[in-house]
């Protein structure tokens, strides 16, 4: 958008308050939670920006929950997200992957829960190539009882009533859906303000495109290396062969997909026998914005976000992209379930 359509630009705080404005009984809790989130995001993007010239780059010593060396922007991140939703009161609790058990915010009643992964892809971070931060949202079941349990937390993604990511790339994005439709932000950096960019985008049905980390090819199942050899192979009819693309941010990653259509996959394998991928803050979340769009994301045989989780940091495969081919992965996975390595 150029400086002459000045008068058209939608800031992100001006569409949340309309779209709110749409629903007479709302009491503009959520509306004030995606704001917050839309703050901490551009105090996050702002430090991403100017990581390379500041003494923030770097491990800080320690590991998170899964082992993985901590660095100072994920740390950075998740106070960011954390303090934002703690100072408007209508969070009870946050569930991050910096944290290993559940974060108790001060309003015992607030009557929402959060899953953040507040700095997603950080291992790309060194190298300047683009990461994320991802939410998602759900009420709390037992809204007026002050004991704040993990069990609370632990809802299916279909019960999200919103979610949405940030990508730091070439320019910030946010993009979130609260189940009618996926809004896209573009951050304008001169004034500091995110700018509607797509009210209601569609994933293409079919997208020439597959991503997945091929050096465990090795530890696929069959079904799943016969489909990336489907993808490799010529028919001009279908688009083939695919392009490979693969970033290692799964925000970045998710994002193209959206955009340009194709699949995305983390399958399990040796190394990671339930996925790598974490169903609470990773894979529901990016399932439902996929949703929203008009694509799928499974397990490889059930719907992501109809999983009914039993731990907050678990770990799940996940198909995801547009419906023809995910449809079609599912196929390959399915005919060749009985056959070993
Ligand atoms: P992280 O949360 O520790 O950053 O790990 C998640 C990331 C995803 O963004 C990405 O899709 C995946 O790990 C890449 O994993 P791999 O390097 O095994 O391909
Ligand atoms: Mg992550």
Redesign the pocket.
Known sequence: MTSKDNSRMETLEEYIIQNQNRFPGATGELSQLLRDIGLASKIISREVNKAGITNILGFDGSTNI?G?SVKKLDLFADQQLISALNRSLITCMVIS?ENDGIVKLSSKGGKYIVYL?P?????NIDVNVS??SIFSVYMREARYDATVREQDALQPGVRQVAAGYVLYGSSTILAYTTGLGVSVFTLDPSIGEFILSDRKIKIPDHGPIYSI?E??YNSWDMGLKKYIKYCQEEDPDTNRPYSAR??????A?IHRTLIKGGI?I?PHSKK?PSG???LMY?CNPLSFIIEQAGGMATDGHKRIMELEPEAIHQQTPIYIGSKKNVQKVMDFLNEYSTVNV
């Open positions: 899964h993985e992957e992964d700095l997603d892809g950080s291992s990461i994320g980390n050096g465990s693969y970033i290692g941010s799964m925000v990653d995305f983390y990671y790598k991928l974490r990773e």
